[in-house]
């Protein structure tokens, strides 16, 4: 469904490995924790097959990736009292494993960069597109923006792709245990720290971003690749934190569907994704959220319990 139907397929994978890790986690057995799972992978083959010509393979690569490694993860990590954001950190782990092994997998089968491939891909497209906005009355200076932007892009995939996929895997594992566990009869699992408001980024990552950003910065060639390979699942990680304080701070004023709803809407426009991801690095050191919770009531800990997830 992920490839035949991305907006669909995107939102059932989460949901997918949820289910699918709450049911082995119900089970409380070794086996059926990796057999449940694994049986995700031949169903994928199957309706691959049907659903997209020659689309078997990739349907079960998806599978493997975004379904069966998040949902063992789950079995594994959502127990003895873990808190919710290591679970997320071990979700992320398989996913990033299983995505990466994906890309090396094209380049063994291939002897190509697949990197290279899709950006290939996504420049041979770019006259089309932009010749659909020239006929649809777009102005020459917006298709110029257009076309650097697209620019950009490709050679973000053309360099980036490991680190772009590991992103990826780290908002993927936000869904799944944030965006899906509840609807999916996790919201009782054995975790502490249930609320998104209460996400925190481990140490590690705060000392791995600032060298990464060095080398990134004033680093050579050969070290700039990897440096910024690192950063982007670094970025999202540190702008989930952002995230979590804005949370944190809609919970503490109780604010409404509607006012939540048209601050998410803003926090997701550039440049405030940046902003997020940097002011998520700097709470590690000011803690912004245990500051609130000192000045007395009227914070989460006081209020109502905010809504599991996002």
């Known amino acids: 469904m992920t490839a035949a139907a991305p907006p669909f397929g995107l939102v059932l994978a989460p949901h997918a490995a949820a289910r699918l890790g709450r049911a082995a986690l119900e089970s409380q057995r070794l086996a059926t924790g990796f057999v449940l799972p694994a049986l995700s992978v031949p169903i994928a083959l199957l309706l691959g ?55 090396l997998g094209v380049s063994v089968a291939t002897g190509r960069d697949p990197g290279f491939l899709l950006a290939s891909r996504w420049a041979a497209l770019v006259p089309e597109m932009l010749a659909n906005y020239r006929t649809s009355g777009w102005s020459e200076s917006s298709l ?62 705060a000392a791995a971003f600032v060298p990464a950003g060095l080398l990134a910065g004033v680093g050579g060639a050969e070290l700039r690749r990897p440096a910024v390979d690192l950063l982007l699942p670094l970025g999202v990680l540190f702008f989930l934190r952002g995230l979590a304080i804005i949370r944190a701070l809609l919970d503490r004023g109780r604010a409404g569907l509607v006012g939540r709803a048209l601050v998410y809407v803003l926090v997701f426009q550039m440049p405030f994704p940046l902003l997020l991801a940097l002011s998520g690095l700097f709470d590690e050191f000011v803690d912004v959220r245990t500051r609130l919770e000192k000045r007395g009531p009227g914070g989460e800990s006081a209020g109502p319990p905010g809504p599991d997830g996002f």
Do not use: C, N
């Open 49 to 103: 097959a049907l659903l997209v010509p020659e689309g078997a393979l990739v349907a079960a690569v998806l599978a493997i990736t975004l379904v069966a490694l998040p949902a063992v993860a789950l079995f594994a990590a959502a127990r003895d009292g873990r808190r919710r954001d290591d679970v997320l950190l071990v979700v992320f782990a398989l996913t990033g494993i299983g995505g990466l092994a994906a890309l």
């Open 144 to 205: 110029a923006t257009v076309a650097r932007l697209f620019e950009f892009g490709r050679v973000l995939v053309e360099e980036q792709l490991a680190g772009l996929v590991l992103a990826a895997a780290v908002l993927h594992a936000a869904l799944v245990v944030y965006g899906f566990a509840r609807g999916a009869g996790l919201a009782e699992a054995d975790w502490s720290e249930a609320s998104f408001s209460r996400f925190r980024t481990p140490l590690a990552a």
